[in-house]
């Protein structure tokens, strides 16, 4: 049998509600949840004292309830004749203090100003069926006999979905009218599907799916001119946040209302979570930035262990491990759990320890688990310790170039002894290191390369090396950032002439400044576009040419699918000219960092058309590869099997 409404215009139809209560008997339907699940809101917000006039009472059990546990000045209203019979005689004994009366709420016969307390469960929602100029008109008609009946100081509690249009239309009317609006998550009472009809719920092929719900207490105050009423939202029974403008209270409960609809995709479709991330913001916090990001790693295998928390300590999540898809999908191969969140700490944001970050984010974790664990599942929060913040800011500004950036100092173990890293980190793309130095005894070490793919780039150059010609001596770097390559070239080879190139004079004196670079005669900073320099370089015929050319530049438009270098580095032109810089024995690095693999094809095969040699080098555990391009084929020497030799290409 079919008792929910065909189409929510139904919701305020007489007729359906007759026929729905005939239909339901003596059986109570509570749309909205039970009274326990509503107790704590209720009671904080009702007085025993109170006389309360409940609206559109049905045939809830919560007002009978609220009866046992002291409330007893109660009047009941509802516009079907048959509920207000049954709830009648249902209560009459047992209940006597307790009135119910057939009454249209648009048009109640009750004395003004005679209650100081309106609750409504669901009955506005009904009400306001759609957004259109009747259902609008009808809610009006009821606020106004609302703020008819009610005391001054009586509160109108309304227990609501808060769709958007009854959100607007609430929101406006009480605030207009001066009243004070506070409206309160009910996180124990998450409206459900009735669960009778088994047939509806089998063709629908899908689980119950539950909307919050929302308690909206709005106090009668009488209207004073230049005083603004208050409006607070309470995510919870501890915290109250003060809100300046309706727009920010409405924006408050519709950033509720999506999140618990991902989390409900999020629970039943674990395929729909492989890429999926949630960055939370703290309202009561002047930060811009999220003070969390959440990120769903599901693995396909079944395992025993169905769920946990990683929280990655500040100052870690650069690594590769909590930085990438496939990091994480490794980190969650090790855990071994079925599905693992991965929480990374906002930067901004301050936070006591990994006990106070579980503390904040347990209701949250707790609505992601899988579906089919149980409602009080032990969630376990991982880490790498109890330290959640390992991240020391030593410097922030901004420059015109790069956007804001900071340098920090992260401490990491290695091989059981703890390491300090400064690093380089550009806002704009924070989960990528620009550049990292190793610190000993609080000074930087010159002779230690952190980046991986500038360790790779260098043992390249190394096994190409050919220390017999001297037109090889020489190195063009093209993106200095924070030095360091640089500065590592200079201390390894010192006599090699080492040309760093950098756009933004502000990088120069950084990598000064904090990362140990100091110009020599053969260790020279470039301020300039590096696409001009090159260009420029290969125009003209008397010009340096060089005997290893190294790109490392950073793409600002991450929405491209390559994050080093930017497209203009990939102009079939600009690689031309790049061959035209280097000695003919020389060799061309180029970092790239690509997770779209036709776009990857596309570079090869551009490399190809003008380098003899184009030979990619992926480096464990990064989502960098280094390309080796060289202008003509190698002949090195070989024996065969017969002791001859023969060349090998």
Not at 6 to 22: G, L, N, P, R, V
Not at 181 to 188: D, G, N, Q
Request: aromatic content about 8%; proline content about 4%; some cysteine.
């Amino acid at each position: 049998m079919n008792l929910l409404p065909k189409s929510s215009s139904e919701f305020s139809q007489q007729d359906y509600w007759e026929k729905f209560f005939k239909a339901r008997g003596k059986k109570a339907f509570e749309w909205y949840g039970t009274y326990q699940q509503l107790c704590s809101v209720l009671h904080k917000y009702i007085n025993p004292r109170d006389n309360i006039l409940v609206g559109g009472c049905g045939n809830s059990a919560l007002s009978a309830d609220l009866y046992k546990a002291g409330f007893t000045s109660m009047t009941n209203v509802d516009i079907s004749e048959t509920v207000i019979e049954q709830m009648t005689k249902q209560y009459e004994k047992t209940h006597p203090l307790m009135k119910f009366v057939a009454m249209d709420l648009l048009d109640m016969t009750l004395d003004a100003e005679t209650f100081s307390c309106f609750l409504d469960k669901g009955t506005l929602d009904a009400l306001m069926s759609d957004a259109n100029q009747e259902s609008v008109e009808r809610a009006e008609k009821m606020f106004q006999e609302i703020d008819r009946v009610l005391k001054v100081g009586g509160r109108y509690i309304c227990i609501s979905l808060l769709q958007e249009h009854i959100l607007r239309c609430l929101v406006s009317y009480f605030h207009n009218l001066g009243w004070m609006i506070r409206v309160c998550r009910c996180e124990e009472a998450e409206h459900q599907e009735d669960p009778s009809d088994s047939k509806q719920k089998k063709q629908a092929g899908s689980s119950r799916f539950p909307f919050p719900v929302f308690t909206v207490v709005c106090t009668k105050f009488k209207k004073m001119e230049r005083l603004t009423p208050l409006l607070e939202f309470c995510p919870d029974e501890k915290n109250i946040e003060r809100l300046s403008s309706a727009d920010q209270l409405k924006e408050r409960v519709r950033s509720v209302q999506h999140f618990a609809t991902l989390c409900h995709q999020i629970s039943h479709d674990e395929k729909s979570s492989q890429d999926v991330f949630i960055e939370l913001m703290d309202p009561k916090s002047s930060k811009k930035t999220p003070k969390y990001t959440l990120f769903i790693v599901d693995r396909q295998c079944k395992s025993a262990q169905k769920f946990a928390a990683f929280v990655v300590p500040q100052g870690r999540e650069t690594d590769w491990l909590f930085s990438s898809h496939e990091g994480r999908r490794q980190l969650a191969d090790s855990a071994k759990y079925q599905r693992l969140l991965v929480i990374h700490l906002g930067r901004d944001h301050q936070f006591d320890s990994l006990d106070s970050v579980q503390t904040e984010l347990a209701g949250i974790v707790s609505s992601l688990q899988p579906h089919g664990l149980p409602t009080n599942t032990q969630i376990p929060f991982l880490s790498l310790g109890a330290q959640v913040n390992q991240r020391k800011e030593i410097h922030r500004a901004a420059s015109e170039s790069t956007g804001e950036y900071v340098i920090e100092e992260v401490e990491e173990e290695n091989d059981g002894k703890p390491v300090v890293l400064r690093r380089l980190i550009f806002l704009s793309n924070p989960n990528v290191i620009q550049s990292e130095a190793r610190m000993k005894k609080g000074k930087v070490d010159l002779k230690h390369l952190a980046c991986q793919h500038h360790l790779v780039m260098v043992e390249e150059l190394r096994q190409h090396l050919d220390t017999r010609n001297p037109e090889l001596n020489s190195i063009l770097v093209l993106g200095l950032g924070g030095g360091a390559l640089c500065t590592y070239l200079h201390q390894a080879y010192p006599h090699f002439k080492v040309d760093g190139v950098e756009i933004d004079p502000t990088m120069v004196e950084l990598a000064e400044k904090y990362f140990g670079f100091k110009p020599s005669e053969n260790l020279r900073p470039h301020i300039a576009d590096g696409l001009s320099f090159v260009r420029d370089l290969a125009a003209t015929e008397s010009g340096e040419r060089y005997g290893f050319i190294m790109l490392d530049v950073d793409c600002k438009d991450r929405s491209l699918g390559i994050s080093c270098p930017p497209p203009s580095f990939l102009d079939q032109n600009f690689i031309e000219s790049v061959k035209q810089c280097l000695n003919p024995h020389g060799f061309f690095f180029m970092n790239l960092v690509c997770r779209d693999e036709a776009k990857r094809n596309n570079v090869m095969e551009m490399l190809r058309k003008s380098f003899e040699i184009v030979q990619m080098r992926k480096i464990k555990g990064e989502v960098n590869e280094i390309i080796r391009c060289h202008p003509v084929a190698l002949t090195l020497p070989a024996k065969t099997r017969n002791g001859k030799k023969s060349s090998k290409k």
